[in-house]
């Protein structure tokens, strides 16, 4: 990330993208039975930032803001798309000599970390005439400037709705930002109806119906397509490291090294339940059962131990934690039980194994 925020290269453009929380209109003077209203507004913001020859104020570097004010609830991959093709029009008559984009988000799955969000990202080149890539921030780790712009927004509104101005529907909403809260060059404001979103659900649909499930993604923070028809997944944005994906159910996933000699895939993994695991968390491992399996997340539900000097308790109450299939190190072979105090005790093996696991995984973050 550090990277693309100090990139000096003009014709790649660094887009953050979330969705705000829903605005909740109100009104100063409203009566009682208003409170029980929930009419509402869906704001998404576009925060670009790029290298803008003899533009800017840090450098030539530029920032501007596109927010979006719609009055279509739902927060999908098809509405995201509508959103994003009415941000890209703008963003290509302001900055025409930009070829490329960047997009940074959060994980949410609902919205961006999706089969068919990235089926759609599969075709930026030939909608937009724009090439993309996608990266995904840690968990809890999402925020960025689209927040800021969110609440100065939602906040500016609810002001002036509070000093009597008359604010009660997404239109009008967007009608007050355009007046008196557009800034040229630095924030600018667009409104995306109903029926937009609409047209672009049914013109998608059939793209949909064509893609398969991507697994794994849960995992990974890297997407880059390589065409139409498949994508470079990477665990983290900067790994040279990639798992090549194709999209399409008349498809199979191939193994990269049957088509680029020299790279290093992490190979499936069939897990149990009722097998005990060596886990990474943090920089320490930590042992569990296994007691669920979600092969479509790529994770598995444990029942955790905990330790007790050299050797492994289970905890009072009990605990149960989610991993993904990559933050398992390797399957240990059922504990001794010491005492009545039930206290559990791992082979020396096991336990030198797991830590060899887990000295080689903190080592190659």
Request: glycine share 4%; aromatic share 12%.
């Amino acid at each position: 990330m550090k990277i693309l925020r100090t990139s000096k290269d003009s014709a790649t453009a660094l887009v953050f993208v979330d969705y705000g929380q829903n605005y909740s209109f109100v009104v100063q003077d409203a009566i009682q039975s208003y409170h029980w209203n929930n009419s509402q507004a869906t704001i998404h913001p576009f925060f670009v930032r790029l290298w803008c020859p003899n533009l800017g104020e840090e450098g030539n570097a530029t920032y501007k803001t596109y927010f979006i004010i719609s009055d279509e609830r739902s927060h999908d991959a098809s509405t995201f798309h509508t959103f994003r093709t009415m941000f890209v029009e703008k963003l290509k008559i302001d900055f025409p000599f930009i070829t490329k984009l960047i997009y940074v988000s959060d994980g949410t799955a609902a919205q961006y970390k999706n089969t068919h969000n990235l089926m759609n990202l599969l075709f930026h080149r030939d909608e937009y005439g724009l090439e993309a890539e996608w990266h995904f921030t840690a968990t809890s780790h999402g925020k960025s400037e689209c927040d800021a712009m969110s609440a100065v927004v939602k906040s500016s509104i609810r002001l002036k709705s509070l000093k009597g101005q008359l604010i009660t529907t997404p239109k009008s909403m967007f009608d007050v930002a355009v007046k008196e809260m557009t800034e040229p060059g630095r924030l600018e404001f667009i409104y995306v109806t109903k029926d937009n979103v609409t047209e672009t659900k049914a013109r998608l649909q059939p793209r949909y119906d064509l893609c398969k499930i991507i697994y794994g993604t849960r995992a990974c923070h890297g997407f880059r397509p390589v065409d139409k028809t498949s994508l470079k997944m990477f665990k983290y944005s900067a790994n040279e490291e990639f798992k090549l994906l194709h999209a399409y159910k008349s498809n199979t996933e191939i193994s990269g090294e049957e088509e680029l000699a020299g790279v290093q895939l992490h190979l499936e993994t069939i897990f149990k339940v009722g097998n005990y695991y060596a886990v990474r968390s943090g920089r320490f491992f930590q042992i569990g059962i296994m007691i669920q399996i979600n092969n479509y997340e790529r994770e598995g539900e444990l029942l955790m131990m905990k330790r007790s000097g050299k050797n492994w308790v289970f905890p009072h109450p009990e605990k149960t934690e989610h991993f993904n299939y990559e933050d398992i190190l390797c399957q240990l072979q059922p504990p001794t039980r010491e005492s009545i105090k039930s206290i559990y005790k791992f082979t020396k093996e096991d336990t030198v194994l797991a830590t060899e696991k887990m000295k080689l995984s903190v080592s190659n973050q």
